[in-house]
């Protein structure tokens, strides 16, 4: 059994775990204890439940009995067939989101959605002719409708392309049109997925995996870039700011709202709503002192880049959240949210809101936010909120003070601006070493590892080395709390950093946004390779996701390889079973796509790894290692 200590790194969450064993309230960590040890097979992902002539299992055992399943698919093809699936539901989850915000802008160009609107005209305009929509005097709205059309065809079926390839260096291109990779649209390449793993189909692992690799450069060239590119139009591209983090954001005498799930669409107009006057006066007349909105995961990640509105925690923290007794409403759209919280939510006051057709939880209560009625809906919620201010059982309250001061907004748009306008004083920073290469950490918590140590570990690591970090995600409020995110970090960083980041004023792990957000990454390091006349497989450049949990987060990390962007993953996806599927991943890729994965659950040896990468890549540009 593993000590509190070793469940979390953080005394909030060690708090909050005490309180809620006291309490007798159950969270991630018991319950992972009690489905611990886990099948033995569905690790190996040689479990097969894609037909009825089954369940199937592969025996690990070579030689022995079980080898094939009743159809005659070897483990190869049913780990294969597993993953295949297991990326078709991350790239489905951020793609679908993507589209949330197509609907919103058409809307608005529709005059439908009178509570949206166009906050980043600027960019707006960019985008439309980046993507061949005329722009010249046509009123903003016409200009949208063109836009969200464009943009409706990327998921459809008469493509030979999605349209934000053409960010993509050439060369990158040619890979992935010889390998049969190039995304074509984004519920295409999902349904294709669906069809090759029914029973009968692609019975070969590398052809499914080409697939599954193309499936999630569907998701990060077009699905998450879509989020983001209309994220920003609609709410404002992210600029510098500073704000909080940790559990300590909650107020003893205030309304506390937390914002949890994924899209801006819902969690923006929550925070609209709470700002009303009339709201705020309803909370004072019940005795609080204010409304104080909260974000939890990566809707918090949209609020705080945007909005600056503090960060109450990542994926781990949601429950423990609730464990404070300080919250009135978690209020939720979809994606990584526990359907534990509506029973934790039930041994509080706390109202746990829905509002997504997409994402019902049984037992909570549900309010059906469309982009026509938004304000309407988010005026309901607070009040409601407000409303459960005068259940809180205050003798049950206990909200751990830390307040962490984090930076926030760095957008690519921010980036540039801050070295000037172009990429060119960055690769420079980088050519002569000072910036030796740089790293994105992104994603999750798993209750299998002690909450951030590998997230937090990995980043310091990475730092001191003078690799310059971009997180996303739930990594944010684990480099948050360790200090990372405020330009005194650089005090943990190697020299390079400390000059390059002093100079400009800027933490040495630099917020770029949520998950969807990590299109931004893509789209900067298309950027510098385009800058340096290269591929991308040529920067010194990796990724990360240490605690990953999630089928998003291999849809990430396997775009992320297949655009020939190295991946560090703290533990391996269910392919163990296979070793055409195990080699081709941590081995195989590297031929292809010029990337591959790379296993490894300690955080010194993780960044010994990487740094090896980023200096044969730094040695293959002629530049000092
Ligand atoms: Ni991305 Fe991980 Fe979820 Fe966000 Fe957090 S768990 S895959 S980081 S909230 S999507």
Request: net charge negative; hydrophobic share 40%.
């Amino acid at each position: 059994k593993r000590t509190v200590e070793e469940l979390s790194m953080w005394d909030d969450a060690r708090a909050m775990i005490k309180k809620a064993r006291t309490e007798g309230i159950e969270t991630a960590w018991e319950r992972l204890e009690q489905q611990t040890p886990h099948c033995k097979f569905c690790e190996l992902g040689t479990t097969c439940r894609n037909c009825t002539m089954g369940p199937c299992r592969i025996s690990p055992k070579k030689g022995g009995k079980m080898q094939r399943g009743v159809c005659g698919a070897d483990a190869d093809v049913v780990v294969a067939r597993n993953f295949g699936r297991f990326i078709a539901g991350g790239a489905a989850g951020h793609s679908d989101h993507g589209r949330d915000l197509i609907e919103v802008l058409a809307g608005v160009a529709e005059g439908q959605c009178p509570d949206y609107g166009i906050r980043d005209r600027d960019k707006l305009m960019r985008i439309a002719g980046e993507l061949g929509v005329e722009t010249g005097d046509r009123p903003d709205t016409e200009i949208a409708g063109d836009l969200a059309e464009v943009l409706f065809g990327d998921f459809g079926s008469r493509k030979a392309e999605v349209a934000f390839l053409q960010r993509v260096p050439a060369r990158r291109r040619e890979t992935w049109k010889e390998l049969g990779m190039t995304p074509r649209g984004v519920d295409r390449e999902i349904a294709e997925m669906m069809h090759r793993t029914h029973m009968g189909c692609d019975n070969d692992a590398p052809s499914t995996l080409i697939h599954a690799a193309r499936t999630a450069l569907a998701d990060g060239w077009a699905g998450s870039m879509i989020g983001t590119e209309l994220s920003d139009i609609i709410f404002g591209t992210p600029t510098p700011s500073k704000s909080t983090a940790s559990l300590g954001v909650l107020k003893k005498d205030q309304v506390n709202i937390l914002a949890h799930g994924h899209n801006p669409v819902v969690s923006e107009m929550i925070l609209a709503a709470a700002r009303l006057p009339e709201l705020v006066d309803r909370a004072r007349a019940v005795g609080a002192s204010g409304i104080n909105v909260c974000g939890l995961c990566c809707t918090g990640n949209e609020l705080l880049m945007r909005q600056g509105i503090p960060m109450a925690g990542n994926h781990l923290m949601t429950e423990l959240s609730i464990v404070t007794g300080a919250v009135e409403a978690v209020v939720v759209d979809y994606q990584c949210i526990m359907p534990s919280m509506v029973q934790i939510s039930g041994c509080y006051h706390t109202r746990f809101i829905t509002t997504s057709g997409k994402a019902r939880f049984t037992g909570a209560t549900h309010f059906d936010i469309h982009p026509e009625n938004a304000m309407e809906k988010a005026t309901e919620i607070v009040s409601m909120a407000v409303d459960a201010f005068a259940e809180r059982d205050a003798s049950r309250v206990d909200i751990p003070d830390a307040q962490v001061p984090i930076m926030t907004g760095f957008s690519n748009e921010a980036i540039l601006a801050a070295v000037g306008g172009t990429p060119d004083p960055l690769i420079e920073a980088m050519e002569r070493g000072a910036i030796r290469g740089v790293v994105g950490i992104v994603g999750c918590n798993n209750p299998k590892f002690t909450q951030d140590a590998l997230n937090v570990g990995l980043a310091k690591a990475l730092i001191k080395k003078d690799i310059l970090v971009l997180v996303t995600g739930c990594v944010t409020t684990a480099a948050g709390k360790a200090g990372l995110l405020v330009p005194e970090g650089i005090d943990m960083a190697g020299p390079g950093l400390k000059e390059v980041c002093g100079s400009l004023g800027i933490p040495p792990v630099l917020h770029m946004g949520s998950c969807v957000d990590n299109a931004r990454i893509l789209q900067l390091c298309a950027l510098l390779a385009e800058t340096c006349g290269v591929d991308i497989s040529d920067l010194p450049v990796a990724a990360s996701s240490p605690e990953w949990y999630s089928e998003k987060a291999a849809a990430i990390g396997l775009y992320a390889v297949a655009s020939g962007i190295e991946t560090h993953l703290g533990h391996p996806p269910n392919i163990l079973g296979s070793d055409t599927v195990t080699h081709l991943a941590t081995e195989g890729l590297e031929d292809l796509v010029g990337a591959r994965f790379i296993i490894e659950k300690d955080p010194e040896e993780a960044a010994e790894r990487l740094d090896r990468r980023i200096t044969a890549k730094r040695v293959g540009l002629g530049w000092t290692p």
